[in-house]
């Protein structure tokens, strides 16, 4: 059983926290000023547990439940906002069901009023405001044994404020230090991004001075997820500041830190897992921090999930089951692909009892893969299982290849069962399918073959070091997946763009990658984008998401995205 101890305290973080349970428009910080009477250090863990059950899970109460009051409990959990956010509006996802405000998101036609965006917002801004909350009371009444925590928390509510840095831009704006029960303030995109620079910089710092060699506990965030995040950061530094500032060498260095500190195990000593699949697996947790295969410790910063102790109506249960359904229809001799409710697939061959049959992916995003080469594809269902490639119909499940990545298998003992039989069992037998009615899979934030991508991006985009190196580290990415080494040669913009939708698909980072190179909204498009068949060239302003009009009625000082 894993480790879920930083989450099994939620019940009592709930009793602390009530005055965040629950919020307003912009009532984002607790309005009782002794919400937490006679701190100890166990009511002190509490509230970081807390930090760190933000991340996971949508409320208290179980699935379903909601810390925001007003908003649809699943939709609003952490890591479904980013995901609707940041992979549905590009060409990496479709969404089949016309729920209310998806179809807008998907297709680059949303607008202020979109409630899931209101969602996203205030999904961060809550998070942030149980940070700040932590953040107050350990330094009133932590003492020398809350710094680490100090840290942690700070890491956590920098993950928020990088979110809200990316997809609004313009942010609301509170710390530990503001008066409690006091508005926010909007600050500008370039400020955040300043902040946040010497945030994390701070963190790294005294990450490295006072933890030196730490085993992170299971679950938790040490110096790889910092450090991780600040190269995201400086990655996206010319975009998060008009072009003013260009971070390339920055990210590099970061990137080689993290680099530095895991080569010599895994695939090639490079520190990558064996296998591309066994991250994506029930038993990924073995890749994370505190997890049992330190060799091959990929997952930098991971969001634990169990089957039993911590469901969800987000994370990787949303992904699994919104990617499979049960069906078996399709007839080679008789029916094409594509053909509305013809197709064979079986959601238990993914270890899921509980298919939603909404995603996959449109045609322009699945054509940069080579299924006969590419493990990372191996999942798929496609022609041979009644899927086409486009989605010509936009409600039609089968049109558009089933992209599955996330499943609740057990990884095995023996035998490589992402390219066996299909990519579903071992032949010999030794994956038992126990099957899940929710995911024992854990959410990997940041991972080491993001941060060798990363390098490489920034050589090619005018950073430091040799092609020798670059090629290198990609190369450590490719031949896992199965493709050939590049040269120097292939160290281009888009190549290293369709390597990077390769690697990461469905890992949040997908709209911020076409944003960067200028690739979203014109320049480049799929199927069903700007709302036509074939796709179309839409309006610059979706670069950023728009402010929420209740966000903007709330606080009417508050500027609005330009366009909107």
Known sequence: ?????????????????????????????????????????????????????????????????CDIAGIDGGRSQYIRTIFMMNEFPTDAVKWKWADDGIVDLNTLTFDASNGNIYGTYSRFMSHIAVCNDYLRNAATYGGDAAAHGMLEARTLRALSYYWMLDIFGQSSFTLETDEIGSNPVQISRRTLYDWLAGELEEIITEFKTNYAGETVEYGKVGVDGAQALAARLYLNAEVYTDGEVSAWDKCQAHCEDIIARHKGGGFQSSGLANNYLYLFCRDNDEYTPGGGNKAENEILWGVPYDNDLCRSYGGTFFIIAASTNTSATFNPAEDQP??????????????????????????????????????????????????????KKFSIFNQGYATIKFTSLLKGTDGDWSVQNGGKYDPSGNIPANVLNWSSTDFPMFRLSDVYLMYTESYIMGGQGTAAKAAEYVNYVRNRAGLPSWNAGDLTPDNILDERARELYWELTRRSDLVRHNKFTSGYNWEWKGNFAEGANVNARYNLMPIPTKIIAAQPEFNQNPGY
Do not use: H
């Open 1 to 65: 059983m894993k480790k879920l101890n930083i989450l099994l305290a939620g019940a009592a973080a709930t009793l602390m926290m009530a005055s965040t349970s629950c919020v307003g428009d912009l009532d984002l910080i607790p309005n009782d000023p002794n919400s937490v009477n006679e701190v100890t250090a166990e009511t002190l863990s509490n509230i970081l547990v807390k930090c760190y059950a933000g991340l996971a899970v949508e409320g208290q109460n179980g699935p379903g439940s």
């Open 338 to 391: 594509g053909e509305e409710d013809k197709y064979n697939m079986d959601a238990s061959d993914y270890g899921n009892n509980a298919p939603w049959t909404c995603m996959r992916a449109p045609g322009a995003f699945t054509s940069k893969f080579d299924p006969a080469v590419d493990g990372r594809c191996a999942l798929w269902c496609t022609e041979a299982q009644g899927f086409s490639q486009y989605i």
